[in-house]
């Protein structure tokens, strides 16, 4: 685990093929509303996920916890649905092994005595460490003290969801740039040059935190005071004009070049961090998400929308929510496009409005709501 992440432990002579019990992979699906559109693209290469109310047990001063976890996510592939693909069907195990891992290792080393020498000062453990404990763990400890009620009682749980999820993304991408790391090397070796943007959102306890990579988008639809309703932009774009992003691309040794109106990494492509794309890996092109503090959800917050960027060529952030205001207000000129989910409303507005790209999006209502 500590050298290859997940694909090493799917590697391993020990473990030919770990695989999580049925019991951990029950969620609730009814709130989630997904729609994909191939549009004016010959092929579909985007996908996405969505996965709510997963029970995930977490040790507690006085017992298991069980926190309930949401996942939603979209992948938009280009170049091919290989990295898409991928990434949409392994997010989920990923995940959950990584939040397995950090459990244990975590919350028994706390407990495992034997290779601590502990010294308390109020509610702080100072530790003398055995490293070799620690990197069985593959756990990085550069903070030396933890608060015993940050661990057992607090919003501990809430970083290792994090952290197993930058962890996720991690291993996925390293299918494509670490040849034969796993089987589904074999399955998808006839074009590993493809990529994938994401923008994946987790839902805990009543909050939610956006890792995103490339150009996909996750938002908010809210009403706020005096009836204003406000769509606030979760992500920004990893476009290679951006100038962190350009920086980095040319300190590898890349380039940006304008073409046809849109910048790309060495003329080529068009975000500067991606899923896959090995061959654009040694110019700068990474597949570190950039990631929100955890922010909570008000009751004020009525959508929480992911979607590829084909949605956000003829339509803005704002756009969506006003849509999805009118079809819930029942505004007729929106119903015919509108009458399986309001996901689906969302990308068949799109590409009635021109969008040349292939659309996909997620819609979670937040509040009760009768839409039909």
């Given at each position: 685990m500590r050298e290859g992440g997940v694909p090493a432990v799917f590697q391993s002579p020990k473990c030919p093929r770990w695989s999580l019990s049925n019991e951990a992979f029950q969620w609730r699906m009814e709130n989630c509303q997904s729609a994909r559109l191939q549009g004016r693209r010959n092929y579909q290469e985007d996908r996405t996920f969505c996965a709510l109310d997963m029970k995930i047990p977490f040790p507690g001063r006085t017992g298991i916890k069980e926190v309930t976890v949401g996942i939603v996510a979209v992948f938009d592939g280009h170049r091919g649905a290989e990295a898409s693909e991928m990434a949409s069907q392994l997010l989920l195990e990923y995940f959950f092994l990584h939040v397995y891992f950090l459990i244990d290792g975590i919350y028994s080393a706390v407990l495992e005595k034997s290779t601590w020498n502990l010294l308390y000062e109020?509610?702080?453990?100072?530790?003398?460490?055995?490293?070799?404990?620690?990197?069985?763990?593959?756990?990085?400890?550069?903070?030396?003290?933890?608060?015993?009620?940050?661990?057992?009682?607090?919003?501990?749980?809430?970083?290792?969801?994090?952290?197993?999820?930058?962890?996720?993304?991690?291993?996925?991408?390293?299918?494509?740039?670490?040849?034969?790391?796993?089987?589904?090397?074999?399955?998808?070796k006839n074009n590993l040059d493809s990529g994938s943007t994401a923008a994946i959102v987790l839902i805990v306890d009543g909050q939610i935190l956006v890792a995103n990579i490339g150009d996909s988008k996750a938002l908010l639809c809210s009403e706020r005071f005096l009836s204003a309703k406000e769509a606030k932009e979760l992500t920004r774009d990893h476009h290679p004009d951006r100038d962190d992003e350009r920086s980095r691309v040319e300190a590898a040794g890349g380039y940006v070049l304008e073409w046809n109106g849109v910048h790309r990494v060495n003329g080529e492509l068009a975000v500067s961090r991606t899923i896959g794309d090995v061959s654009f890996k040694s110019y700068g092109v990474i597949s570190a998400p950039e990631v929100t503090d955890?922010?909570?959800?008000?009751?004020?917050?009525?959508?929480?929308?992911?979607?590829?960027?084909?949605?956000?060529?003829?339509?803005?952030?704002?756009?969506?929510c006003d849509l999805l205001w009118d079809v819930y207000s029942e505004k007729l000129e929106h119903l015919s496009s509108c009458s399986y989910s309001l996901a689906d409303c969302i990308v068949k507005?799109?590409?009635?409005?021109?969008?040349?790209?292939?659309?996909?999006?997620?819609?979670?209502?937040?509040?009760?709501?009768?839409?039909?």
């Open positions: 109020g509610d702080v453990i100072f530790q003398e460490l055995n490293h070799d404990t620690w990197n069985r763990y593959g756990l990085d400890l550069r903070r030396t003290k933890w608060m015993f009620s940050e661990i057992f009682d607090g919003s501990f749980h809430m970083e290792i969801l994090k952290e197993s999820l930058l962890r996720a993304i991690h291993d996925i991408d390293a299918i494509f740039t670490k040849a034969g790391v796993t089987w589904l090397v074999e399955a998808f955890w922010q909570p959800l008000i009751a004020n917050d009525t959508y929480l929308v992911a979607a590829s960027d084909g949605v956000f060529e003829k339509m803005t952030t704002q756009d969506i507005t799109a590409f009635e409005k021109g969008s040349m790209d292939n659309l996909a999006a997620v819609v979670v209502p937040l509040r009760s709501t009768s839409f039909s």
